[in-house]
């Protein structure tokens, strides 16, 4: 392994709430390392809609339909466990990720883990082992919510959400089992170029929130048809170039903030050992 811990990088994509665009943020994640070569290994804890798992597998037929090369992870798709009584089905999730995460280690350099849109005992394991935590939260003050409650004149912090105790649990388990840190950032996700004020007022709230829960709070991305009309396809606005699909403009500003946010994340470079090879055995 090329990473100087022997293992990989662990990115969760969280949030207690649905329809936030974790799965999409994760594809264009995903589909951003692959192209610097990275090996990546996907883990879709989203068991009910398996949208990420979803999003690949079309990207398989679709690569397949129109011979075309793209990169695809290998995905697992870990269902909690419902067997027993309350113990036991901690138990069993507990055993059966950390028996796959271990094994992912071995040969990736990104481990690439998208939770369910709900708490659940995998999730809080999946937190708990994050090097990278992202929330991609809509623009709007419910959405806030999901972090802390505020008060609505100072966005002075009242109460932490549920979440945000869950994160700082994780962040405890995190130091006393390896010592490790939690990098947590809080992206806005379908951002409207239209609605100005509201703009402002949660840029401002997300600011004054990030140093007093402890995040770093980056801008994320626009609202834009084109993140919808991809899935299908399984495609990423990283792919153009391998895709016959027309580029315009909408696209390459699209594209920019998809730079944009994987920069923001700041992510550990890892040094290649050997190149990887693509989907058809080609070797990049
Ligand atoms: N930036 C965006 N602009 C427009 N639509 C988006 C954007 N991000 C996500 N969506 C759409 O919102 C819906 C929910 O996104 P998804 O990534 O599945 O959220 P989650 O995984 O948090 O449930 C999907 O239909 C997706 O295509
Ligand atoms: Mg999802």
Not at 52 to 64: I, P, T
Not at 175 to 180: F, I, L
Not at 185 to 207: E, G, P, Q
Request: hydrophobic fraction near 40%; charge should be neutral; aromatic fraction near 6%.
């Amino acid at each position: 392994m090329p990473n100087k811990k022997n293992k990989a990088h662990i990115i969760v994509v969280g949030n207690e709430k649905g329809g936030s665009g974790k799965s999409t943020t994760a594809m264009h994640i995903v589909v951003s390392l692959m192209k610097k070569n990275y090996s990546v290994s996907v883990v879709d804890l989203d068991s009910r809609q398996k949208s990420l798992a979803r999003y690949l597998e079309n990207r398989l037929n679709y690569a397949n339909a129109h011979d075309l090369t793209l990169s695809i992870p290998d995905v697992y798709i870990l269902s909690r466990s419902m067997e027993g009584d309350v113990d036991n089905m901690m138990f069993e999730d507990t055993k059966n990720f950390s028996e796959l995460i271990e094994e992912l280690h071995k040969d990736s350099d990104f481990i690439l883990i998208d939770c369910p849109g709900s708490d659940s005992n995998l999730a809080r394991l999946a937190h708990s082992v994050a090097d990278t935590l992202i929330t991609p939260i809509n623009d709007s003050f419910v959405d806030l919510d999901l972090l802390a409650t505020v008060n609505p004149d100072t966005y002075k912090v009242e109460k932490l959400s549920l979440y945000s105790e869950m994160v700082w649990d994780a962040r405890k388990h995190r130091a006393m089992t390896d010592r490790g840190t939690i990098d947590w950032i809080v992206m806005r996700n379908r951002v409207s170029t239209l609605d100005a004020k509201n703009k402002r007022r949660v840029n401002s709230a997300l600011k004054e929130l990030q140093k007093r829960v402890s995040f770093r709070y980056v801008q994320g991305l626009a609202e834009r048809v084109i993140y919808r009309e991809l899935f299908p396809k399984g495609l990423t606005l990283v792919d153009f170039r391998d895709t016959d699909e027309k580029v315009t403009m909408s696209h390459i500003a699209a594209r920019q903030e998809i730079r944009r946010l994987m920069a923001d994340l700041n992510l550990p470079e890892i040094e290649k050992e050997k190149p990887q090879a693509d989907l058809k055995g080609n070797v990049a």
